[in-house]
């Protein structure tokens, strides 16, 4: 797939979404279709984007994966938490193989798809730490609300043997090399549009691993299946933790702001295709062009 025909798709969804909107609704029908409309993009775009990287990225990064090997300890870890044999798997671990070789690789994994995730990492199995987290298959909802617990319990944490992890989903990719000078502070994210001063969150985070493990051991009793992003925010600001500014925190990751500069990490912008000029198609292919551009 090339660039022409993934934009070609952006604006054909866009248009599809569209011509339903309530024009003459009430704002309880606006706020609905305003959700829905981030289901839809985040749900339909997904598999064009993760298309577009694997046939343009593919072949280089997967020379790369050949020759790598993830360290078994390191000062940073990167940690997946999927309990699902997700269609982005080849894509992911490759890209952070070659971002980020000096990290080691926690996969939290379920016994339903922890086969596939061996065969997947064939002989670099030996030297990732692949944990069977979950069992059996749930519902969406069901696996969200485990998912938000898992990253508010103290045990989680202090099965990572390092002193930061950076977190990342299944809809997350890297633009360029990760810079250890990313590992600073006690959390931050992808910074929110609607709350800019908060640590932000999404599918990339940073966390120091002592932090986590305190704020979940002193806030246990508060501890529900909500985000676990906005609860370890909040507890993040109660506890007087380290944030960096907004001006560090924006070139780092990005998910639904328009990037001040070119972001390290993107977490499935194609959700947010609203909030990125798409009225404008030029400045809009210009903003998507850098947003799916590795820098390799």
Not at 29 to 51: G, H
Not at 184 to 197: A, K, Q, T
Request: proline content about 6%.
């Amino acid at each position: 797939m090339d660039f022409n025909t993934l934009i070609e798709i952006f604006y054909t969804l866009y248009k599809e979404r569209t011509a339903v909107y309530p024009t003459n609704g009430s704002q309880s029908d606006i706020t609905k279709w305003n959700e829905a409309t981030l289901d839809f993009f985040r749900i339909q775009l997904e598999p064009y984007v993760f298309k577009y990287l694997e046939h343009t990225y593919g072949a280089v990064l997967d020379a790369h994966w050949m020759t790598h090997t993830f360290p078994k300890k390191s000062r940073y870890a990167l940690v997946i938490v999927e309990r699902r044999c997700h269609p982005n798997w080849w894509f992911i671990l490759r890209n952070i193989a070659w971002a980020a070789p000096y990290c080691s690789l926690y996969i939290f994994c379920s016994d339903t798809n922890q086969a596939v995730l061996q065969s997947y990492l064939g002989d670099k199995a030996d030297t990732v730490h692949l944990i069977p987290w979950f069992t059996g298959d749930v519902s969406r909802d069901e696996g969200r609300i485990q998912t938000n617990i898992t990253f508010k319990t103290a045990e989680f944490y202090k099965m990572i043997d390092a002193e930061y992890m950076l977190r990342f989903e299944m809809d997350t990719y890297f633009l360029q090399k990760v810079p250890e000078t990313i590992f600073v502070g006690d959390f931050y994210g992808s910074p929110w549009g609607w709350v800019p001063d908060r640590p932000g969150g999404g599918g990339l985070t940073v966390r120091k691993l002592s932090a986590m493990i305190d704020i979940c051991e002193k806030d246990r009793e508060l501890i529900d299946p909500s985000g676990e992003d906005a609860w370890i925010g909040n507890a993040i600001l109660k506890h007087g933790y380290s944030v960096p500014p907004i001006e560090v925190r924006s070139q780092v990751f990005l998910e639904n702001t328009p990037p001040r500069s070119i972001p390290i990490g993107i977490h499935q912008f194609w959700t947010f295709l609203m909030n990125f000029n798409i009225q404008d198609r030029p400045v809009f292919e210009n903003i998507v062009k850098n947003l799916v551009t590795v820098r390799i």
